[in-house]
């Protein structure tokens, strides 16, 4: 995306950036010059009239989050604030006439008639229709969804997706910053009552097993948040139950990711969602039902050329270590895939690992690039 000197200065109200996602959008931002060419104006759901932060725009003051007037006076909005503030903004904006863009990290709006979501490595055609047909609502996808799209979402595409399950491995950060820090603070319980059985290399194993369990059942376990130890376990649910039996958040991955590919017919996605204790990066664990036999190289050069941040990690242990974890991407913008392999179920079936930031590509990119693009398609 080029430089935004040479478009009209629009006026950009920014709301709900002072949180994790927030803090995110705001330092990548800045990284990419966007607040070049543009007004930014801050508001605040609770310290209206204090100091604004300074991305270039000089002294300013925060406005108020709940004033209609002065959010109307924006020609985009870009929000992170959540649901609850979108719920009780959006409807009454647009229905005194405002006809700026709205750009949503929530869920609110996401299968509203009049939003898209965002993901334009992937459906940037589609966005630009909406454009051309008076689109002005742009919302960020699931975290998770964007994140196996990033991915995979070539082989989706390109047709040759029968179906597919998704076993996931969610980070703390898809909870909130407060369910980070409630992670970090259960390890430290772990290895503080440990300590002594660490420091004593005669410990048998099963002795520290027991300590640990006992760290994990004890009242004083710090574990409000999460409902139960994620660290040294899994949680195998995310969200609330569906009359199907599946959890909200393993249904954002059929509806949304046929709606972001705007496939027709639609594709069945289904699969778990499974919270883990690595503290802002997901993975997912993929079985694709290929539409017929498509050869592995063909699979591995489509998915290396799909977008400039997707890799293909060869199929060995060191680079599937070094490359394809949590811990390897967290902070980057890289989606790499791995562990490709016909499974044994037939040629048809395809395996799949991926990972990504949920930070990143999850949350605040898709955000700033439609930003970015909207104001360059001015």
Not at 84 to 96: C, E, F, I, M, V
Not at 130 to 136: F, H, I, P, Y
Not at 347 to 364: H, I, N, R, Y
Request: glycine share 10%; aromatic share 6%.
């Amino acid at each position: 995306m080029g430089s935004l000197e040479e478009y009209k200065m629009k006026r950009v109200g920014l709301v709900g950036w002072r949180g994790m996602v927030g803090s995110v959008l705001l330092d990548r931002m800045r990284i990419e010059g966007d607040f070049e060419g543009i007004e930014p104006v801050f508001f605040s759901t609770s310290q209206a009239g204090q100091v604004a932060p300074d991305v270039g725009q000089g002294d300013a003051l925060l406005l108020d989050a709940g004033d209609l007037s002065a959010l109307a006076s924006c020609d985009l909005i870009l929000t992170c604030q959540g649901g609850d503030w979108t719920k009780s903004t959006y409807p009454g904006l647009r229905a005194q006439g405002w006809s700026g863009h709205w750009i949503d990290a929530a869920s609110a709006l996401r299968m509203a008639n009049e939003a898209v979501i965002v993901l334009d490595p992937l459906n940037l055609e589609g966005m630009k229709q909406a454009l051309s047909a008076g689109g002005r609502t742009w919302v960020g996808g699931n975290c998770t969804v964007s994140l196996m799209l990033m991915g995979l979402g070539a082989l989706f595409q390109r047709g040759w997706v029968q179906w597919m399950t998704s076993m996931t491995y969610q980070a703390a950060s898809g909870a909130g910053a407060r369910n980070m820090r409630e992670l970090v603070a259960q390890m430290n319980k772990i290895g503080d009552d440990a300590k002594s059985l660490l420091d004593d290399p005669a410990t048998a194993a099963l002795t520290l097993d027991s300590q640990v369990s006992a760290s994990l059942k004890s009242r004083t376990f710090p574990a409000a948040l999460f409902g139960a130890p994620l660290a040294a376990s899994v949680l195998p649910w995310i969200d609330t139950l569906q009359p199907d039996g599946s959890t909200r958040e393993e249904w954002k991955g059929h509806v949304e990711a046929n709606k972001i590919l705007g496939l027709q017919p639609e594709v069945p996605i289904d699969g778990l969602c499974v919270r883990v204790g690595a503290m802002r990066s997901h993975a997912q664990a993929v079985t694709v039902k290929l539409n017929r036999d498509i050869p592995l190289a063909d699979i591995e050069a489509l998915l290396a050329e799909s977008t400039p941040w997707t890799s293909v990690i060869p199929n060995d242990k060191a680079q599937s270590l070094s490359r394809l974890t949590p811990a390897a991407v967290s902070g980057t913008l890289d989606i790499p895939v791995g562990r490709l392999r016909k499974l044994r179920m037939g040629p048809e079936f395809l395996g799949a690992f991926t990972v990504g930031d949920q930070l990143l590509w999850g949350a605040a990119e898709p955000l700033r690039r439609t930003l970015r693009w909207l104001l360059e398609s001015n």
